[in-house]
C-alpha cells in the first residue's frame, strides 16, 4: 500500500526559503497517470492546492503563489519536494503531499494523502 | 473558472441521514470527488467520480451529481463521521484542481 510522508523544518523565517521532502512507500512513482502534488491548511482557513508536478517534471502551480513555489521530483528515489521563497507569516499552515491519480481529463483524484507537517513562519 | 460552494457546517443527530451539498454552475458535467478530514488527519477520499467508493468505506456514504449540486449522503450518522468534507473537481482547461470551502459535520 502506497504511504507518503513529509518531512521538513517546523519553524523557519520570514524572507527565508522553506524545503519540504515527501517521501513515497510501499510502491513507485513510475507510472505516468500519476503526478505529485502539495497542499496547505492554514490555521482556521480552507484546503489550498499549491501545485503539483508530473513524472516527467513538467509542474503547475497555483497562481496565487506568484511564481514563489517549485515542485521538483525524482523517481529514481521515490520522492518529490517542494521550495517555496520568499517566506511571510501568510505561510505558516499544515503541508500536506499527495498523489494525483489521473484517470480521465476530467476525473483526477488525490489519493492517498501524506499526514501534513506543520510549518510555522515567525520571526 | 468554476467556483465550488459548500455550507459551512451541517449538524445532525445520531443515526440521521447528513446530506452535504456543494454547488456550481453546471457542475453536474464534472465527476466531483468527496474527501473526509479529520483534525491531525490525512484526508480520505470518501466518494469518488460522483458517485463510487473507495474500498474500505461504508456503504452509508454515498454521492449523487446532477444540475448545480452534487451530494454527499452520509446514512445512520455516527460520532466518528464527524470532520470537515470537501468536494473537488478538476478543471481541465487550466490543468489544476477546484475545491469547495469544505463543510464541518457535526454530529449532535
Not at chain 1, 48 to 71: C, F, H, M, Q, V
Request: with cysteine; net charge neutral; glycine share 8%.
Amino acid at each position: 500500500q502506497v504511504q507518503l510522508q513529509e518531512s521538513g523544518p517546523g519553524l523557519v523565517k520570514p524572507s527565508e526559503t522553506l524545503s519540504l521532502t515527501c517521501n513515497l512507500s510501499g510502491g513507485s512513482m513510475s507510472l505516468s497517470y500519476w503526478a505529485w502534488s502539495w497542499f496547505r491548511q492554514p490555521p482556521g482557513k480552507r484546503l489550498e492546492w499549491i501545485g503539483d508536478t508530473y513524472n516527467n517534471g513538467r509542474a503547475n502551480y497555483n497562481p496565487s503563489l506568484k511564481s514563489r513555489a517549485t515542485i521538483s521530483v525524482d523517481t529514481s528515489r521515490n520522492y518529490f519536494s517542494l521550495t517555496l521563497n520568499p517566506l511571510t507569516t501568510a505561510d505558516t499552515a499544515m503541508y500536506y503531499c499527495a498523489r494525483r491519480v489521473i484517470y480521465g481529463s476530467e476525473l483526477n483524484l488525490f489519493d492517498p494523502w501524506g499526514q501534513g507537517t506543520l510549518v510555522t513562519v515567525s520571526s | 473558472s468554476l467556483v465550488l460552494t459548500q455550507p459551512p457546517s451541517v449538524s445532525v443527530a445520531p443515526g440521521e441521514t447528513a446530506r452535504i451539498t456543494c454547488g456550481g454552475n453546471n457542475v453536474a458535467i464534472k465527476s466531483v470527488n468527496w474527501y473526509q478530514k479529520k483534525p491531525a488527519q490525512a484526508p480520505v477520499v470518501v466518494v469518488y467520480d460522483d458517485s463510487d467508493r473507495p474500498s474500505g468505506i461504508p456503504e452509508r456514504f454515498s454521492g449523487s451529481n446532477s444540475g448545480n449540486t452534487a451530494t454527499l449522503t452520509i446514512a445512520r450518522v455516527e460520532a466518528g463521521d464527524e470532520a470537515d468534507y470537501y468536494c473537488q473537481v478538476w478543471d481541465s482547461i487550466n490543468d489544476h484542481p477546484v475545491f469547495g470551502g469544505g463543510a464541518k459535520l457535526t454530529v449532535l
